[in-house]
């Protein structure tokens, strides 16, 4: 610690010097967002509840989506498998920041979980902002329904069990390819759906 300043002076300090450089430098401004994802990561207690873990509605999984192909299908779909669902934009400088994590994850994860990015956008805008930056899991078009998964802020990433059980509802950027959600995902994984 520098001598004399206290811990809050010298956290908003840091906060001023890191906002100038993204008004200064617009490059800059994915580097400093992931930079927050992964410290918010690192500090929040992912899938870890202080009580039972809430389980999808039946509302919650009867909601249509659209894939990049233009074929629909429902939410429900998916049941009985481990879902990540995220809800971004391609506007969103937080969902920009987050998808690289998002993309380590779904490299090693993508044939054993199901992964649906979820967009209201146009879907051209985002099938060229997916090509531009190489990404490959799986886009999806549409809005959630169910009061369990629906937000009014972006992004917002759930990960939901195979009995359909939230595990974690988190908003806003992380780290998703975290040792904890890694350890999280797979403890999912291997449990079996009870008959």
Do not use: H
């Not at 998916?78 to 391609?90: D, H, Y």
């Amino acid at each position: 610690m520098i001598r004399g300043r206290k811990p809050l002076s010298l956290a908003s300090d840091i906060f001023f010097v890191g906002l100038v450089a993204m008004l200064l430098f617009p490059s800059t401004r994915n580097l400093l967002l992931s930079g927050v994802a992964s410290v918010r990561t690192w500090i929040t207690k992912t899938g870890v509840s202080a009580g039972p873990p809430v389980s999808l509605s039946p509302e919650g999984w009867n909601w249509r989506l659209t894939d990049a192909l233009g074929r629909e299908t429902t939410f429900g779909s998916f049941r009985g498998e481990v879902i990540f669902l995220n809800q971004w934009a391609t506007w969103c400088p937080p969902c920009r920041a987050e998808m690289p994590s998002i993309a380590r994850l779904y490299r090693d994860y993508g044939d054993r979980i199901k992964f649906v990015m979820l967009t209201g956008e146009d879907p051209r805008k985002v099938r060229d902002f997916i090509d531009k930056q190489g990404y490959t899991f799986p886009v999806y078009f549409g809005s959630v329904a169910g009061a369990s998964l629906s937000s009014r802020s972006i992004p917002s990433t759930a990960i939901i069990s195979r009995s359909g059980e939230i595990m974690a509802n988190m908003k806003g950027a992380y780290n998703w390819n975290a040792r904890k959600i890694r350890k999280l995902i797979e403890r999912l994984e291997s449990e079996k759906l009870a008959e």
